[in-house]
């Protein structure tokens, strides 16, 4: 089966006000939102050691997050009310899937591919696809071991973090794998 690779035009999930300063920048929007307009960096330091894409569906994610908020009036009380004008707004979130011109049907093809799509490709297939069926995998993972059997290869891809590389760092790694993989560039 060929691989299909689209691209993505995304909105974003969430949308809050946020401030410029020169501390480092918060993983997620709640965090940000906690620490910057409601000043309680305690909640936000919760907030952001939820690592957000390191779960394998939405409601999971929702889970850990309430009990992230929870544990902190828990210890903390009520919390505190956002000033007017801040209160942390949650949007929907649309997401157009565009195909590209590039397909593969084996790993000599991908690689070719993978070197002319655009870091939204990337971001579908190794972050959003991680939020549908089948749950908590990246399409690049799953397409190299059920359609190419090439299971080491879908175990290397799947355990990149993609909070520790930017996008195109994940496809410099990618590529090194599968050029090692079918002996391009083997020491």
């Not at 949308?15 to 906690?34: G, V």
């Not at 749950?135 to 397409?143: C, E, K, L």
Request: glycine residues 10%.
């Amino acid at each position: 089966m060929r691989f299909p690779i689209t691209s993505s035009i995304n909105t974003p999930t969430v949308i809050c006000n946020s401030t410029n300063s020169l501390t480092p920048e918060t993983p997620n929007d709640f965090a940000d939102w906690a620490t910057h307009l409601l000043g309680d960096e305690a909640l936000g330091e919760r907030l952001a050691s939820v690592n957000t894409v390191r779960f394998s569906g939405l409601g999971d994610l929702r889970q850990a997050l309430s009990t992230a908020i929870e544990k902190h009036m828990d210890w903390r009380g009520d919390g505190r009310a956002a000033p007017e004008g801040k209160e942390f707004h949650f949007m929907g979130a649309v997401r157009f899937s565009i195909p590209t011109p590039h397909t593969a049907g084996d790993l000599p093809e991908f690689l070719d591919g993978l070197g002319k799509v655009s870091i939204s490709s990337l971001y579908l297939h190794l972050y959003e696809a991680r939020l549908r069926p089948p749950y908590g995998v990246n399409d690049f993972s799953h397409w190299f071991e059920h359609e190419l059997g090439r299971t080491e290869l879908a175990k290397k891809v799947a355990g990149l973090d993609p909070t520790t590389h930017t996008l195109e760092g994940l496809r410099a790694k990618i590529v090194a794998f599968i050029e090692q993989e079918i002996g391009h560039g083997a020491a």
